[in-house]
């Protein structure tokens, strides 16, 4: 199972996401599901904001992919570790 870890720390700007922003995110997402299995995805922000708009996605996604937000890099790599032995 291929596991990723994103580091959008310094990606601010790009989680000022509108709504009809979010909802095409979203649309991709499930497309992209559909060609190919995606494993585990573990996104590290760095504002309330950011984990907001991940955890949000994290919910609208939940049936086609593991997507989960984090605010400490350690508790990401835990969480993908333990995804692994799964």
Do not use: N
Not at 35 to 52: E, H, I, K, N, Y
Request: aromatic fraction near 6%; charge should be negative.
């Amino acid at each position: 199972m291929h596991m990723e870890f994103i580091d959008a720390r310094d990606a601010g700007l790009v989680f000022a996401l509108s709504p009809e922003e979010l909802r095409q995110t979203v649309g991709l997402i499930r497309a992209l599901s559909q060609q190919s299995a995606l494993g585990p995805t573990a996104v590290l922000v760095a504002s309330d904001f950011a984990f907001g708009v991940m955890r949000a996605m994290e919910m609208l996604l939940q049936d086609v992919a593991e997507i989960k937000p984090f605010r400490e890099e350690e508790e990401a790599h835990q969480w993908l570790a333990s995804r692994r032995d799964a």
